[in-house]
């Protein structure tokens, strides 16, 4: 069992960057490829970016390339999502997910866990 935590959202104003963290417990995430989703209201949930279990294999959204950067920290038992360059259509609670597998998916239902989330709300 992986129990995966969010932090780092906030309230900024569009143009400013965030960064979010998953951290995990109950079990090494270095078996899991790690995504990260987000849903605003009224909106399904959403794919926004993906690492490799090696971390050297990434995915983007087109709508955030350029924009987010995913990374992982394995010593640290660490994800984050670096977001810059923020805006208002960002705003939605943010997931991040871990795949019992090498490779990220662009499905959320190929994900195995899934942290409670982070709200990020960027003002205009």
């Known amino acids: 069992q992986v129990q995966l935590v969010e932090s780092g959202g906030g309230l900024v104003q569009a143009g400013d960057s965030l960064r979010l963290s998953c951290a995990a417990s109950?079990?090494?995430?270095?078996?899991?490829?790690m995504g990260w989703f987000r849903q605003a209201p009224g909106k399904e949930r959403e794919f926004v970016a993906h690492?490799?279990?090696?971390?050297?294999?990434?995915h983007y959204a087109d709508s955030v390339k350029g924009r987010f950067t995913i990374s992982r920290h394995s010593f640290e038992n660490t994800v984050f999502l670096q977001m810059n360059s923020l805006k208002p259509e960002d705003t939605a609670v943010y997931y991040c997910?871990?795949?019992?597998?090498?490779?990220?998916?662009?499905?959320?239902?190929?994900?195995?866990?899934w942290g409670q989330g982070t709200q990020v709300t960027v003002s205009s």
């Open positions: 997910a871990a795949r019992q597998s090498a490779y990220g998916s662009t499905s959320a239902d190929d994900y195995d866990y």
């Open positions: 109950g079990r090494t995430l270095r078996s899991y490829s």
């Open positions: 690492i490799s279990r090696s971390g050297y294999g990434t």
